[in-house]
């Protein structure tokens, strides 16, 4: 059982980043398990979106099996980045940008939010037209009638769904994921060759191989999944009878931070072996036929088509279709928490559109900015590029400032975090400060 650990004194909380959070998953019923399911595994599905399978497809088709050791690796680092931001949440009763606005400089938070802002719009305007690329391939018709639709349809269930029913929607749609389980059992898959490249990775140098490798983690570990979780926490801890901020009510703590456990780990594992599977996926298909140039997920699914069979076309189309739907609200959501926390509005998608007016207004314009992104002459590829530059420029300092805050007893009271899980966080943050790194010196 956890309880709550202080800065002072030996760790009062067993090794942050062990087997215990897996231990404690045999020890609930399935139904109890389901229920501990939430911000975690909707934080974790959501990071799989149409831009991120694009990623994974072009490493998977460009390097083979040889970068499957990145979601291996990357997995503590994002579990431990996740877990602290869903603690802010709980413990305070607010999110990143609301703890940022209490504790640290207006300047710094304008700065942050508003490039997370700029970062998250490219990023759901690039998913709104892989959808419609995957829905015209599957069935034909107008790339730009799809985008709107989908755009509005996410909008309007976001912004007038009741706050049980839409996280319902949320976790039920995390099944789309295994479109991407269902693609590998129908293609001829070398798991020795798989075993060797995760076991003894062939590790280069290369310019590619390194920008590769930046652009992985910098999909997997990315700042609006840091200000989702943490603000689900606080929203869930808002709309549930008897839950209270741990600084209130802090004999909550042992429940409470045993349900983020589980749900961060088993959420988190979700997100990287689905990513893992995409990689296998392209690896066995358009890499081992010498298809190695794939810009988007489409081209993806559309290269597999004349190689793995109409079956794993479709499904693998279908997927992107899927984990969009997911991705959207999450990404903007993320963006209205964000907004409305540093301003200190009413915010929380558990509000009635006429409580939260401006937050609300947040989605909407997120949404809108992203529905004409796919009516200009810009690149998607290059703005893709852009949204993931702003993302890793972003993540750093706010991985900073997250561990800054958890470590002060003004913020988190009892609650600091265990040295083991200070250790992962920090070194979560060090590997995204050299992935930044590297990756604007492979753009000089």
């Known amino acids: 059982m956890l309880i709550p650990d202080k800065d002072t004194g030996p760790p009062l909380e067993a090794a942050a980043l062990d087997i215990a959070a897996v231990a404690d998953m045999g020890r609930v019923s399935k139904f109890g398990f389901l229920r501990m399911l939430g911000p975690g595994l909707i934080t974790g599905a959501a990071d799989d979106d149409p831009s991120g399978i694009a990623t994974y497809s072009q490493v998977g088709a460009q390097f083979g099996f040889g970068m499957a050791w990145v979601m291996i690796v990357s997995y503590p680092l994002m579990v431990a980045i996740q877990e602290i931001s869903a603690r802010i949440g709980r413990v305070t009763g607010q999110g990143i940008a609301g703890n940022i606005r209490q504790h640290y400089s207006v300047w710094l938070l304008r700065l942050i939010v508003g490039l997370l802002l700029i970062a998250n719009t490219i990023n759901l305007g690039a998913d709104l ?237 997120a949404t809108l900015i992203g529905i004409g992104i796919n009516f200009t002459s810009i690149d998607p590829i290059k703005a893709l590029f852009w949204s993931a530059v702003i993302n890793g420029v972003v993540a750093v300092p706010v991985m900073i400032l997250i561990m800054l805050m958890v470590m002060k007893p003004k913020v988190m009271g009892d609650f600091t975090l265990s040295r083991p899980l200070q250790a992962m966080g920090w070194l979560s943050t060090a590997v995204m400060a050299i992935t930044v790194i590297g990756m604007l010196i492979t753009m000089a």
């Open 129 to 365: 037209g892989g959808m419609g690329d995957a829905l015209k391939l599957l069935i034909g018709g107008s790339t730009h009638l799809y985008v709107v639709l989908f755009a509005v349809g996410c909008a309007l269930l976001e912004i007038f769904s009741s706050y049980d029913r839409y996280v319902a929607i949320l976790k039920w749609s995390t099944l789309s994921l295994f479109a991407y389980v269902a693609t590998v059992l129908v293609v001829h898959v070398s798991w020795a060759d798989v075993g060797r490249a995760i076991v003894m990775p062939p590790i280069s140098l290369g310019k590619d191989y390194i920008v590769a490798v930046v652009a992985v983690l910098g999909t997997t570990i990315s700042p609006y999944l840091f200000f989702w979780q943490s603000s689900e926490e606080a929203e869930d801890e808002r709309t549930t009878d008897g839950d209270e901020p741990l600084l209130v009510d802090p004999a909550q703590a042992p429940r409470q931070l045993r349900r983020i456990k589980i749900d961060t780990y088993f959420g988190m594992a979700v997100s990287n072996v689905i990513a893992l599977f995409i990689i296998i996926t392209t690896a066995a298909t358009l890499n081992a036929h010498g298809v190695t140039d794939i810009q988007t997920s489409a081209q993806a699914a559309q290269a597999l088509k004349p190689i793995a069979g109409p079956l794993a076309f479709v499904v693998f189309a279908a997927g992107i279709i899927g984990t969009g739907l997911l991705a959207i609200p999450v990404l903007a959501g993320s963006a209205a928490y964000a907004v409305g926390e540093a301003l200190d509005w009413p915010t929380g998608l558990g509000r009635k559109p006429r409580e939260a007016k401006a937050f609300y207004g947040v989605v909407a314009f």
